[in-house]
Each structure stands twice: as structure tokens, then as C-alpha cells.
């Protein structure tokens, strides 16, 4: 949830990609926004190209006109009633400079400075600025794209006013959502300066080992998951030219005998390929392109032609430890080895230079490069004593940090805490902020209250549970829904007064395991099917019914019974982060455990349609027929999936905390919603329905199969057999759920979609 | 001495009454395949498999094979015969009329593959193998070998192997290590040994092409490394006749329990010329185009055997006559009444008899599926087929060669002492029954193959096209009292394959052994549901039928529904059971 804090308006200069995303995410939470450029006009255009942004910068169409464009010679004055003015010009120290200067004349007192510099020392930057700016000014580093990449580096000066940076900590912390990191004022800071040599590294070995593009991504991807893209399918991603800006940066400020400007080395063929604007995908295509013909092709790195993609077969893949993996003798195993003990060794010897704990580190590299383990992560699987007689086998210093820790882990787990190895050979608590509450630290200290193998239920403290989905994907199954059953069970029993439902996955589930129903389809089980759908529907009134408040906790995808869920909570605190979405078409079926009844009953209740049973019907039709995912939880609200009385919360870590508080307000007095009374327009609402989706066939909008789930869809949201005259309740809309579900899962059309979605991961549109 | 008569009543039967006969006349190229045609070429193949084949089967088996200085010899009799079965064109039944071949539909040439196992079984491997070879080359040959070498294997005056196996490897392909190195024309030089090679060296035809898999240099080690060569024993010279004698000898026969007049050889390959066949490292995958059909025949080993041995076990005891029927005497005109009257035996002949027709059911639905998936004009149903076929196959494969076994072994014992005597003929079935529960993939591996791939693969895909018509069929007829008495234990027998099938797939995901060891058993028990529901369509053709045919088929399904089909209840315990007491035995202790 979103509190009101020090900064209520902001200010950006330079309409780039960083200061536009800037811009753009300070709108999404809310902020008043000013965003100047030097060229004119140029702000304006930044933010039409935000609007079109793909992933969106916005999380709602309504973010971008909290934005004020302008010229930064003409408009600088409307910075005076900024609370903050970040700078993300041009990278020059001079240019900088030379705005602070002008900032002085124009910024209200007490307002904060900061400036985006990826490489450039905060020293630097306040040279010949006077007292007053250098208190006022401080570095935040965001990553891009600033909406989605979670890290914010922030380093400190050592005249800053400590309640400057508490604000610019609090600001990006709670209302833009980043996980802020300190760091020292050292050039490149953490991410960069860890990440840039891994990306050489990761390159020049490819290279002189002799690995295919493929090869190399596929070691880095999926053992180590630094990241999951692998080298060059990051290098694709970010900008083949961004590398070489940073690299030259750094090599200008850091000593001569640092690990980073000894190990070093230009890439001929790198260089070639931005000189021919080969540099990636958002140019003429990059370490991988696509052929004329739309095949898949990729480099060759040692001509630098292309050629047909061609899978990455190597028996090092095979391994699922980090740890195999750099012992493994292929090419594979002892490209691993090279990349691990140049960069997890560099990593190890800049602690304390860089930051002043290890956790700091990992994280950064975990939020700003999308790598699965952290630097120090990845040393203690592999063992800090390996790496050391490792590093020292290779004739190479052994960090001061490594010898210390010896044999010993970096993290350990104390009476349930999590503990880092501190420079100062003490292992210390992990801090978290206040208001941050991670699943992961509960589950560390304690047993659940309930668990099998599909959910678990945990005491999250104040009298709440949170029951926690850990199926892949978050996939629902039986086990899931039957411990749904056991919690409410339990709460109703008072085991404890409100209920969370969240977990710590990637996505808060992708609904129900269609494999199992595919599967049981497929061996004519129609008994079960229709009994498990039943369960799940069930299990969502259970929910919806419980004698205490059920909280809705999502982030990342809450897709087709992941969304009935929410559906049935009596409350949603989502993740600004959330993808919502009724999809069951995509395979073919229609939602069944409760989402057509409790849509038609939010629509028919919206004071924003016309009345009469045909708005609401055609409008919960149309979000389901065509399986609409909000891309934010904000456009989740625009559909109703979520209610304007859900909360969202901007930052991820503070999500179970931000639920729990939500619960726990909600105890007093509780009672369960009622059932909602609906008046559908029965078979005529349905033969409008048909109609337009036989006219979408008809233009080539839809197909054939389209038709037929659409058709069932129908029957299910006009109510069946009614008519507008009668009221009936929304179980009876559970029903026809159930009838529709059960005829479509019996055809093929639908089988071959949940086949196709199982087996490519996207829907087949037949 | 025993005899033959091919069963072509029930083989009409299975063909046009319980099988969709119509939709295999109506595919590409089977326009004139009609009972018409079809009726006659049976009638004659019974005729040849009768006169010429079964007369030669003892004395094979008495005789055997004989090996002299790299050179087989067949029986007395087997290259008479194998000429008669040439000139008369039966190797050319189910091939390509563009090679010379008669273009009949797999459905109709495997009643003909019967009668052969039937009536000789040994006799039946060389234009077997021939015809896997003939598979392989003209799915995967370059158009030259194809010309080169089919129309001769479709005449049978060439023949073929399959040369898969080597001392360090059967069942595990990947261990294989016969090599192939490429030479300056194009062609291969193949070195290694392989041995159980049938058919490998005999003297019925003037050439004899081996498909060899071998590594090429540099291949990946295992499976994704093996390539397929055609190995001729004779270069065929410009003129197309056997010209330059290749470097591949037998350098044994092998002395085996049963099919001894099929010549089992060692192969060795010293620098052999041979030509590639499909793509390097792609062999398994060629192989594997033809292993769907291999399989299908020698299930139909099983089946054949059987019948034949039912045949001469009902034979014996119409005539044999020793003690009383229990309930009274039946035969007062006779010292003692013939032993068909006892309760026994009658278990064991309708025990066989119920086999036997299931699985020629069964067989000829698999065999009209091959030819859907093979030729129909429809891509979907041609999918559709497939699925089925690669569903059936390991079924088909293992349940029928254990029937067949088990048939011999109930024949054998009908006969009492004298089944165990040689004379008879009887052991012999037996015996050569045994080996089709053993190659082509064991039974066991069939098992793994049904649980751990046909059954996952596509979530279940393949088992819809078993699951979903075998549902529709009860829902169908499920009411109606004339077919209660078989709908009714069909109905309750697929909910325990339904029940076992989900177990078996979530417990196989979370431990493999788990489905490893309950697959023969699961196999077993989809085998009894696959004919329970071509025994209840069979009893609902047969209902109200006056005709002694009809009467047996109506009383042979009551004996399997009563009799056969419960075995699906303690299979499926077992399946239930788990796989814990096999886990748990220490190695040890063995």
C-alpha cells in the first residue's frame, strides 16, 4: 500500500530511456512529475514513446498524464516545486556539472539532488558545488527498464544529510518499489563494476575455448542461471554498444592494477558488430537473428557469420549443481570453471571496497543482472575453500575476504536466522527494513502448521496464517486444494484470526494443473474430472465463506484458477507487479471454479455500465472470450479483477507485510460476503453472444474452435435458461460452469489446446 | 504328428465382421482389395502353409540347421519350399507394386503371417526378416538402393537381416561398437562382430543383405550415435547380379532351444562395403520407422503357434478316451469317455481358444490402424492412428507372445506323457514359442515401454485413442440386457485400467520404480480390457445367431468374461500393491 511520504513530487532531467522510465515508474506510483530534456520537445515525444513501451513502462494509461513535460531552457523553473530532482543526462561530469550549478538558482530549499550516473564517483560530481549542494546530493542508480529491474544503488557522500537520504531511501523503497542498496562511491558501484567483468569474461572465454553461442548461454543459463538468458542473449537484450560505454568508464577510473583493467580485453567481433549496427535486438539483430525466412539463426564466433541455430548438446548441461558443473571436464564444465573463478574471485576480493556486507553484493547482482545466486551464493555452493585452492592452483591471489572465511560458509542459518560472513570474521543477521516481511525468513525459523505436497500453512505472527502454494508454478492440484479446505478448517476452528494466501514463486500460480486434467481426460476419467472441478469450486466458496477475512497476497501471474482465487478473497493486496487474468480459452475450457459467477456479479453490481442484464454479461464476455491479463495490477482493477477497494503494493518484499496489516484490519466485526443475486438475459443474451463471435470468425478475429468455447461460454454467462425477470443466485452460474467445462474438456479441439499449451507453453489457435 | 488347418472362418471373422474392414477397402490403393480378393489368396495361402510348410516343420526341428566353413545350410526341404513360396509370390504380398510388390494391406498379409507361424516357424524368419529390410530401405534408402535392392527382396530372391545386436550389447543399443569408416567412393567399410543374427548366412536365396548399425567416426557415444548401413553379402555386380563377395561371414550358428531350423548367426565384419541408409547418427530412428511392424509380427508368432497347437490339443482329446465324465458316463457306447468331457481340460482348450481369437481381434485392429496411419488420405486420422499403433504395439508384442506360450504349454499338457514326447510335436510348439517372448524387445522392455513412453507421452495422448472409444462403447451399451453379461464386466474391468492407469502416472512421475515395477503387470491388465471390449462386440454380432460359428464365438466370450477377465482384478491388487517389496529385497540377498 502506498504512504504518503517526504517526496511527493519529482523531477527528471534528461528524457532518455533511464530518466523517461524513471519518470514513467514515479507516475506509476503515484508522484507528481516533472520531466525536462535539453532538445525541445523531446520530453513529450519520450513520454508517447513510454505509452507504446514493450514491456509497458506504464502500469496504467492514467500514470502518463501525471507527467509534465518540458524544455529543460525554458521550463527549469517548474523544478522549484520539485522534492527531488534526479539528473539522467548525458554521462559527462562537466554537463553535470554545469545543471547542478543551475539547479541551485531554481530548486526550493531542502529539496534533494540526485543524479542516475552508472560509473561516475559522487566526489566527482560535487567537486566545486559548496557545501550546501554536496548535503543535498546523492547518487541513486537506477536499472533498466526502471519499472521491472528491482535494484536502486545509492551511495551516500560524506557531507549528505542523513534525512535526505532516509527520504530518497523511503521514496524508492516503498513508493517506487526498489530494493535499495549502499554503496560505497566507488566507479561502477556494486553491479556494474561485478557485472561488467563477467560479461568480458563470459566472452573472451566463449571465445578462446571455442563454445558456440548457444553452448555458452546454455552453461551460464540453465546450471548457474547468471543469467537466465545466458551471456549473449542478455547482450541481445540490453544493447550489444552498452557494454564497451561502461567497460571504457571504468577502465578510465579504477587503478591500473585492478583485476578488472588486467583482465580486460577488446573483442574485435564485438566491435565489428556495433560498427555495423549488428547490436541486438534492437538493432539488426545481434549474437542471434533471424533469417529472411524467419528461422532461427545465430553467430558464429569464430567468423562472425551466421549460421542455423543449432541446440547446445554438452554432458556438462546434464549437471544441476554449480558445483559439478565447474568440475566437469568437458568444454562446457571447464568454460564454467574459467568464468566462476575470474568473477566470483573478483567479486570476493571487493568486500569491504565496494560495499560493506556480502548480502549487499548478492543481492545487487541478483536485482540489477537478473542472476539466480549472487556472487557469494554461488562461492558457497561451490565451497569458499574450493574456490581458494582453486584461485591459488591458478597462481592467483586468494582475496583477503576468502582466506578468512577459510572453509567455512558465507551464510549460515543461527537459531532460524539467516547470518552473513562479515569482514570482520563475525557472522551477523541479514537486516531487513521495517515493514518487509519475507516468507523465506519465516519458513527459516520455524515448521509450518500444516503442509503435503502441494501448500503449506505458516504462522506469519499477530494471529495470521499465510498459506503458501509451492507446486511448479504454482500450479493448483488436488493437494492444493485440499489443504484451501484444511486452513479454513483450521481458522474456523481459531487456529488463528485472518488468512494470507501468498507465496514467495516467481508467479502467484498459473491456475489449475492442466496436465492432470488433460491426462485424466485422455483415460475417459469424466467421474473425477467433474468431482475435481467440483472440490475446486468448493474450495473457492470455502474461501469466499470463511467466518474470518481471507487476503489475497499475488505477485507475478495469477492466471485462470489462480485468479478465482483472488476472486473468492475477501480482500487483494497485490504486487504493483501482478498479472491477472481468466484464461481458460487459451485451452479450450471456461473458467469453472467460481470466476464467470463472481465476475457477472461484480459487473452487474459496477455503477459504470448502462443497466439491464446485457452490459454486464457482454462485458464479463468480452474479458473472458478474448482471456484479457492485465498487464499491472492496476489495469487489473480497470477489468475488475481486482476492486478498487484492493490494495497494491509497489514493493515486492513489502507485499506479506502489507497483507498481513490489511488482515488484521479487517478482523473486527468480520463477516462473509453474501451470495450475489444475479438477472441474466438467458438464451437471447446467448444468441447475441454467438453472433458477434460468429462475426469475429467471420473477419478472421477469431477461429473456428474460438466459436465452439465461445458458444459454451455463452450458455454459462446468460444465465442458461433464464431471463431477466428472475433473479437467481450466482451458484447456479457454478453449475452451468460445470456442465460447460465438462463438454468442452470432452472434445478434441480442446484437448489439442491443453496438449499444445502443455507442450510449447503457448496457445494453439485452432 | 500334428496337422494344420488355417482357421479361415474366424479369420473372415475378425476381418470382416469385427474389424472395419470397410475403412481399409476404402484407403489410397486398397480400392480393389475386396472379400473378393482377399477370400481366395487366404484360402490358397492356407492351402500352401498346410501342404508345403507345416510337412517340413518336425524334421527342420529333428534336423536343424548345419554349419561348415562359414556356410549354413538349411534343412531337407526348406530351399524346395522357400522356391515354391517365390514362384507362388508370397513374399510379394505387402509391398510396393512399384518394386514388384501385390500392394495388399498389412491387415490382410497378417492373417497370411499367421497361417506361416502356424504352420512353420523357423521357415517364417527368413521372409520375415526380409521384409523388415525391405521396410527400412524404402523408408529411409537413397532412390539407387532402392532400385537396386527392392524389387529382389519383394521377389525373395534376396533376402534380408537385421543386425542389431553384439556380445556387449542387447536391449542397451548404446554399448554398440561395430564401426563404419567412409571410403573414397562414398560407400562405408563396416567392421565388427554381431551375433543372434536370423537368417544371417543359408543357402535358400543368392544373396542376402544385412542392415547394419554401426558407429561412424566421431559419433556422440550412445544411441545418438549410431548410423544404418546396407552390408550385401555380394556386391551386386553392373548387371544387378551377385557380384564380388563382400567381407562378411558367419563365423557361427548358434544351438537354440527351439526355431532350429532358422539359422542364428554369428556376423563377422571385417572392413565390409556398405552404403549408408537415412541420415548419420539417425539409424535408431530408422530402425525404429519399421519397429512398430516387427513388433505387431511377432505377437502374431504367438498367435500362430497357439492356434496351431490348440488345433491338435482339441484333436487329441476328442479321441483320447480315459476314465468318466464326473457327473455320469457320456459315452456308454465306449470303453471310457474321451477326455474333452472333463472340466479340466476343457479349462485348457477354452482357455487357449478364447486366446487365440482375442488376439486375432485384437491383432487385425491394430493391423487396420497400421494401414490407416500408413496411407489414409487424412492427416488428422493418420495421426490418429499412429498414436493408437504406438499404444498397441508393446501390448500386442508382449501379451500375445505370452499367450502363445502359455497356449503351448496348456497344449502340451491336454496330450499328457505324450506331449512331452517329441514324436507329437507338441514340446516343439513349445519350444519355439518361447523365443518370440524374448527378442524383438523382451516382454519386460515392452512393459517399460507401454508405462514409461506410450503412457506419458503428449499427457496421455496415445491412451485417448484406447481410453475414449472403449468409454464411448459402454456408455453405448451399457442398459442393454442381451450384452449385460459382457458390457457389465468390461464396464467394472476399465475402471480398474482407468484406476491403475492414474495411479500408475502419478506414483511413476514421483519414482519411476514404482512404474517399472508394476508394468508387466499393468500391461497385462490393459491387454485383458483391449479384448473384453472386442469380446463384447463379438458376443453382440453373435446374439440370436443360430450358426455353430456364431454359438462357439457367444460361448467362448462367456468363458472369458467368467473366467479370463477376473484376472484383471488381482492384476490390478498388484498393480496396488507397489512396488515396496521388490525395492526393499536387498541385492545381497539374492
Known amino acids: 500500500m502506498t504512504k504518503g511520504g517526504v517526496v511527493k513530487t519529482i523531477g527528471v532531467i534528461g528524457a532518455g530511456v533511464m530518466g523517461a522510465g524513471i519518470a514513467a515508474q514515479a507516475a506509476n506510483a503515484g508522484l507528481g512529475v516533472v520531466l525536462?530534456?535539453?532538445?525541445?520537445?523531446?520530453?513529450?515525444?519520450?513520454?508517447?514513446?513510454?505509452?507504446?513501451?514493450?514491456?509497458?513502462?506504464?502500469?496504467?494509461?492514467?500514470?502518463?498524464?501525471?507527467?509534465?513535460?518540458?524544455?529543460?531552457?525554458?521550463?527549469?523553473?517548474?523544478?522549484?516545486?520539485?522534492?527531488?530532482?534526479?539528473?539522467?543526462?548525458?554521462?559527462?561530469?562537466?554537463?553535470?556539472?554545469?545543471?547542478?550549478a543551475q539547479l541551485q538558482a531554481v530548486r526550493k530549499p531542502g529539496s534533494i539532488v540526485s543524479s542516475n550516473t552508472s560509473t561516475i564517483k559522487l566526489a566527482t560530481l560535487t567537486e566545486g558545488l559548496g557545501a550546501d549542494f554536496a548535503a543535498d546530493f546523492l547518487i541513486s542508480h537506477f536499472f533498466n527498464p526502471p519499472r521491472y529491474m528491482r535494484l536502486l544503488e545509492l551511495v551516500a557522500g560524506p557531507t549528505t544529510r542523513p534525512d535526505a537520504v532516509e527520504a530518497v531511501r523511503a521514496c524508492c523503497d516503498v513508493q517506487l518499489g526498489k530494493t535499495v542498496i549502499d554503496c560505497?562511491?566507488?566507479?561502477?558501484?556494486?553491479?556494474?563494476?561485478?557485472?561488467?567483468?563477467?560479461?568480458?569474461?563470459?566472452?573472451?572465454?566463449?571465445?578462446?575455448?571455442?563454445?558456440?553461442?548457444?553452448?555458452?548461454?546454455?552453461?551460464?543459463?540453465?546450471?548457474?542461471?547468471?543469467?537466465?538468458?545466458?551471456?549473449?542473449?542478455?547482450?541481445?537484450?540490453?544493447?550489444?554498444?552498452?557494454?564497451?560505454?561502461v567497460a571504457k568508464s571504468l577502465l578510465a577510473s579504477l587503478p591500473a592494477n585492478d583485476a578488472y583493467c588486467r583482465l580486460y580485453r577488446e573483442e574485435p567481433l564485438v566491435a565489428r558488430m556495433i560498427a555495423e549496427g549488428r547490436i541486438g535486438r534492437k538493432g539488426k539483430?545481434?549474437?542471434?537473428?533471424?533469417?529472411?525466412?524467419?528461422?532461427?539463426?545465430?553467430?558464429?564466433?569464430?567468423?562472425?557469420?551466421?549460421?542455423?541455430?543449432?541446440?547446445?548438446?554438452?554432458?556438462?548441461?546434464?549437471?544441476?549443481?554449480?558445483?559439478?558443473?565447474?568440475?566437469?571436464?568437458?568444454?562446457?564444465?571447464?568454460?564454467?570453471?574459467?568464468?566462476?573463478?575470474?568473477?566470483?574471485?573478483?567479486?570476493?576480493?571487493?568486500?569491504?571496497?565496494?560495499?560493506?556486507?556480502?548480502?549487499?553484493?548478492?543481492?545487487?547482482?541478483?536485482?540489477?543482472?537478473?542472476?539466480?545466486?549472487?556472487?557469494?551464493?554461488?562461492?558457497?555452493?561451490?565451497?569458499?575453500?574450493?574456490l581458494a585452492r582453486a584461485l591459488a592452483a591458478d597462481g592467483r591471489a586468494v582475496p583477503g575476504l576468502l582466506a578468512l572465511v577459510g572453509d567455512r560458509p558465507f551464510y549460515r542459518v543461527d537459531s532460524g536466522k539467516l547470518q552473513a560472513f562479515g569482514v570482520d570474521g563475525a557472522y551477523k543477521d541479514v537486516p531487513r527494513a521495517d515493514g518487509v516481511l519475507l516468507l523465506e525468513d519465516i519458513k527459516r525459523a520455524g515448521k509450518p502448521l500444516a503442509r503435503n505436497a502441494g501448500a503449506s500453512l505458516w504462522d506469519i505472527g499477530d494471529g495470521v496464517a499465510c498459506l503458501e502454494f509451492h507446486t511448479k508454478m504454482n500450479a493448483l492440484d488436488q493437494d492444493v486444494l485440499a489443504m484451501v479446505g484444511r486452513a479454513v478448517g483450521m481458522g474456523a476452528k481459531g487456529a488463528f484470526k485472518a488468512l494470507v494466501i501468498y507465496n514467495d514463486g516467481e508467479q502467484f500460480s498459473v491456475g489449475a494443473n492442466i496436465g492432470i486434467a488433460l491426462f485424466a481426460a485422455n483415460i475417459a476419467a469424466w467421474g473425477d474430472i467433474e468431482g475435481a472441478i467440483a472440490a475446486g469450486q468448493q474450495a473457492m466458496l470455502a474461501l469466499r465463506n470463511a467466518p474470518f477475512p481471507v487476503v489475497g497476497a499475488p505477485a507475478g501471474m495469477a492466471l485462470g484458477g489462480g485468479c478465482e482465487v483472488l476472486l473468492h478473497c475477501a480482500a487483494v493486496v497485490a504486487s504493483a507487479e501482478t498479472y491477472i487474468g481468466l484464461v481458460e480459452v487459451g485451452v479450450g475450457l471456461v473458467p469453472g471454479w467460481g470466476g464467470c459467477a463472481t465476475m457477472l456479479a461484480r459487473w452487474s453490481a459496477a455503477p459504470r455500465l448502462p443497466r439491464g442484464p446485457m452490459p454486464a454479461m457482454s462485458k464479463v464476455f468480452e474479458i473472458i472470450s478474448t482471456a484479457q491479463v492485465s498487464k499491472s495490477a492496476a489495469e487489473a482493477r480497470e477489468l475488475l479483477l481486482l476492486r478498487d477497494s484492493d490494495g497494491i503494493s509497489m514493493n515486492r518484499d513489502r507485499l506479506l507485510a502489507d497483507a498481513r496489516a490489511r488482515a488484521l484490519a479487517m478482523v473486527a466485526d468480520y463477516a462473509p460476503p453474501p451470495s450475489a443475486k444475479l438477472r441474466l438475459p438467458g438464451p437471447t443474451g446467448a444468441?447475441?453472444?454467438?453472433?458477434?463471435?460468429?462475426?469475429?470468425?467471420?473477419?478472421?478475429?477469431?477461429?473456428?474452435?474460438?466459436?465452439?468455447?465461445?458458444?459454451?461460454?455463452?450458455?454459462?454467462?446468460?444465465?442458461?435458461?433464464?431471463?431477466?425477470?428472475?433473479?437467481?443466485?450466482?451458484?447456479?452460474?457454478?453449475?452451468?460452469e460445470r456442465a460447460a467445462f465438462m463438454a468442452l474438456l470432452k472434445k478434441p479441439g480442446t484437448l489439442a489446446r491443453i496438449e499444445h499449451m502443455l507442450e510449447n507453453g503457448r496457445p494453439l489457435r485452432n | 504328428m500334428t496337422s494344420y488347418t488355417a482357421p479361415l472362418r474366424d479369420m473372415r471373422f475378425a476381418l470382416y465382421e469385427l474389424a472395419d474392414f470397410a475403412t481399409v477397402t476404402a484407403l489410397p490403393g486398397c480400392g480393389e482389395v475386396t472379400q473378393g480378393l482377399v477370400d481366395p489368396i487366404l484360402e490358397a495361402g492356407g492351402v500352401f502353409c498346410a501342404e508345403v510348410l507345416a510337412p517340413i516343420n518336425r524334421s527342420g526341428d529333428e534336423e536343424g540347421c548345419h554349419f561348415e566353413n562359414g556356410v549354413v545350410r538349411t534343412p531337407a526341404g526348406f530351399r524346395e519350399a522357400y522356391a515354391a513360396f517365390c514362384r507362388d509370390g508370397w513374399p510379394a504380398l505387402h509391398a510396393d507394386p512399384a518394386y514388384g510388390g501385390q500392394g495388399l494391406p498389412k491387415t490382410v498379409s497378417l492373417m497370411f503371417e499367421e497361417m506361416i507361424c502356424s504352420a512353420n516357424l523357423s521357415f517364417g524368419m527368413y521372409p520375415g526378416l526380409s521384409h523388415g529390410a525391405y521396410e527400412a530401405l524404402r523408408a529411409h534408402g537413397t532412390p539407387d538402393l532402392q532400385q537396386l535392392y527392392l524389387p529382389k527382396l519383394v521377389s525373395?530372391?534376396?533376402?534380408?537381416?537385421?543386425?542389431?545386436?553384439?556380445?556387449?550389447?542387447?536391449?542397451?543399443?548404446?554399448?554398440?561398437?561395430?564401426?563404419?569408416?567412409?571410403?573414397?567412393?562414398?560407400?562405408?567399410?563396416?567392421?565388427g562382430t554381431k551375433i543372434f543374427i536370423s537368417a544371417g548366412e543359408h543357402d535358400l536365396t543368392g544373396n542376402i543383405l544385412h542392415l547394419v548399425l554401426a558407429r561412424l567416426p566421431g559419433a556422440p557415444a550412445g544411441v545418438r550415435g549410431i548410423s544404418l548401413f546396407l552390408v550385401p553379402k555380394f556386391v551386386p555386380a553392373e548387371d544387378g547380379?551377385?557380384?564380388?563377395?563382400?567381407?562378411?561371414?558367419?563365423?557361427?550358428?548358434?544351438?537354440?532351444?527351439?526355431?532350429?531350423?532358422?539359422?542364428?548367426?554369428?556376423?563377422?565384419?571385417?572392413?565390409?562395403?556398405?552404403?549408408?541408409?537415412?541420415?548419420?547418427?539417425?539409424?535408431?530412428?530408422?530402425?525404429?520407422?519399421?519397429?512398430?511392424?516387427?513388433?505387431?509380427?511377432?505377437?502374431?508368432?504367438?498367435?500362430?503357434?497357439?492356434?496351431?497347437?490348440?488345433?491338435?490339443?482339441?484333436?487329441?482329446?476328442?479321441?483320447?478316451?480315459?476314465?468318466?465324465?464326473?457327473?455320469?458316463?457320456?459315452?456308454?457306447?465306449?470303453?471310457?469317455?474321451?477326455?474333452?468331457v472333463h472340466p479340466d481340460v476343457r479349462r485348457m482348450l477354452l482357455t487357449m481358444r478364447a486366446g487365440v481369437e482375442g488376439c486375432r481381434a485384437l491383432g487385425v485392429r491394430v493391423a487396420v490402424a497400421q494401414d490407416i496411419a500408413m496411407s489414409h488420405a487424412d492427416a488428422d486420422v493418420r495421426a490418429e492412428a499412429d498414436d493408437y499403433v504406438a499404444l498397441m504395439t508393446p501390448i500386442v508384442k508382449a501379451y500375445f507372445t505370452d499367450m502363445g506360450w502359455e497356449a503351448t504349454v496348456l497344449g502340451m499338457q491336454v496330450l499328457g506323457g505324450h506331449g512331452y514326447i517329441r514324436e507329437h510335436g507338441m514340446e516343439q510348439f513349445v519350444r519355439d514359442a518361447r523365443i518370440a517372448q524374448i527378442y524383438e524387445g523382451t516382454n519386460g522392455i515392452q512393459a517399460l515401454d507401454l508405462v514409461g513412453r506410450k503412457m506419458s507421452a503428449h499427457a496421455g495422448r496415445y491412451l485417448r485413442r484406447f481410453f475414449h472409444p472403449v468409454s464411448a462403447y459402454i456408455e453405448a451399451k451399457q442398459g442393454q440386457p442381451a450384452l449385460a453379461e459382457f458390457v457389465d464386466p468390461l464396464a467394472k474391468a476399465f475402471v480398474r485400467l482407468q484406476q491403475a492407469t492414474a495411479a500408475l502416472a502419478a506414483k511413476?512421475?514421483?519414482?519411476?520404480?514404482?512404474?517399472?515395477?508394476?508394468a508387466s503387470d499393468y500391461l497385462r491388465l490393459f491387454a485383458l480390457v483391449a479384448l473384453a471390449q472386442l469380446w463384447a462386440e463379438a458376443a453382440e454380432i453373435s446374439v440370436g445367431k443360430t450358426e455353430d460359428f456364431y454359438r462357439a464365438k457367444l460361448a467362448t466370450a462367456r468363458f472369458f468374461m467368467a473366467k479370463i477377465l477376473p484376472q484383471s482384478s488381482s492384476l490390478f491388487s498388484t498393480i496396488m500393491a507397489g512396488g515396496g517389496s521388490l525395492k526393499e529385497f536387498e541385492d545381497g540377498l539374492f
Open chain 1, 36 to 100: 525536462l530534456d535539453i532538445v525541445p520537445g523531446a520530453a513529450a515525444r519520450a513520454i508517447a514513446t513510454m505509452a507504446r513501451a514493450e514491456p509497458a513502462a506504464f502500469m496504467h494509461s492514467r500514470a502518463a498524464r501525471l507527467i509534465t513535460p518540458g524544455d529543460l531552457g525554458a521550463d527549469i523553473g517548474k523544478l522549484a516545486a520539485c522534492d527531488w530532482i534526479i539528473d539522467a543526462i548525458v554521462e559527462r561530469p562537466d554537463a553535470k556539472r554545469a545543471l547542478y
Open chain 1, 285 to 386: 539483430g545481434g549474437f542471434y537473428s533471424r533469417a529472411p525466412d524467419k528461422s532461427r539463426l545465430s553467430i558464429d564466433l569464430a567468423t562472425g557469420e551466421y549460421r542455423k541455430q543449432r541446440e547446445a548438446r554438452l554432458a556438462s548441461l546434464e549437471t544441476r549443481k554449480p558445483a559439478d558443473l565447474a568440475d566437469h571436464p568437458d568444454i562446457g564444465g571447464r568454460y564454467a570453471r574459467a568464468v566462476l573463478l575470474d568473477t566470483l574471485g573478483y567479486a570476493a576480493s571487493l568486500v569491504p571496497e565496494i560495499a560493506g556486507d556480502i548480502a549487499s553484493v548478492d543481492a545487487a547482482m541478483r536485482l540489477g543482472y537478473n542472476w539466480k545466486y549472487g556472487p557469494f551464493e554461488l562461492i558457497d555452493q561451490l565451497g569458499a575453500g574450493w
Open chain 2, 156 to 191: 525373395g530372391e534376396w533376402s534380408g537381416t537385421m543386425c542389431l545386436t553384439e556380445p556387449q550389447c542387447g536391449t542397451d543399443l548404446g554399448l554398440l561398437r561395430t564401426r563404419a569408416e567412409p571410403a573414397e567412393d562414398g560407400s562405408f567399410r563396416v567392421t
Open chain 2, 508 to 518: 511413476g512421475i514421483a519414482d519411476p520404480f514404482e512404474a517399472g515395477a508394476a
Open chain 1, 184 to 245: 560505497r562511491d566507488t566507479p561502477g558501484f556494486i553491479a556494474n563494476r561485478i557485472g561488467s567483468l563477467w560479461a568480458g569474461m563470459a566472452v573472451r572465454h566463449a571465445i578462446d575455448l571455442g563454445l558456440t553461442v548457444e553452448e555458452a548461454d546454455a552453461v551460464m543459463g540453465r546450471p548457474l542461471g547468471i543469467p537466465r538468458t545466458g551471456i549473449f542473449g542478455l547482450m541481445d537484450l540490453v544493447g550489444i554498444d552498452l557494454g564497451p560505454h
Open chain 2, 241 to 340: 547380379r551377385p557380384g564380388v563377395r563382400n567381407a562378411v561371414a558367419a563365423g557361427a550358428i548358434e544351438h537354440k532351444m527351439g526355431i532350429k531350423a532358422s539359422s542364428t548367426c554369428v556376423m563377422n565384419f571385417d572392413g565390409a562395403q556398405g552404403w549408408i541408409v537415412g541420415q548419420p547418427h539417425r539409424g535408431l530412428t530408422a530402425m525404429f520407422t519399421m519397429m512398430n511392424a516387427a513388433r505387431l509380427s511377432v505377437g502374431i508368432q504367438g498367435l500362430g503357434v497357439a492356434e496351431v497347437s490348440y488345433q491338435n490339443a482339441v484333436a487329441y482329446a476328442r479321441d483320447r478316451l480315459q476314465g468318466r465324465a464326473l457327473g455320469g458316463v457320456a459315452r456308454p457306447d465306449l470303453p471310457a469317455d474321451p477326455i474333452l
Open chain 1, 687 to 736: 444468441t447475441a453472444l454467438r453472433m458477434a463471435v460468429d462475426g469475429f470468425v467471420a473477419m478472421g478475429r477469431a477461429t473456428a474452435y474460438d466459436a465452439v468455447v465461445g458458444s459454451e461460454l455463452a450458455v454459462v454467462l446468460s444465465g442458461g435458461d433464464t431471463d431477466h425477470t428472475v433473479e437467481i443466485d450466482e451458484d447456479a452460474v457454478r453449475t452451468l
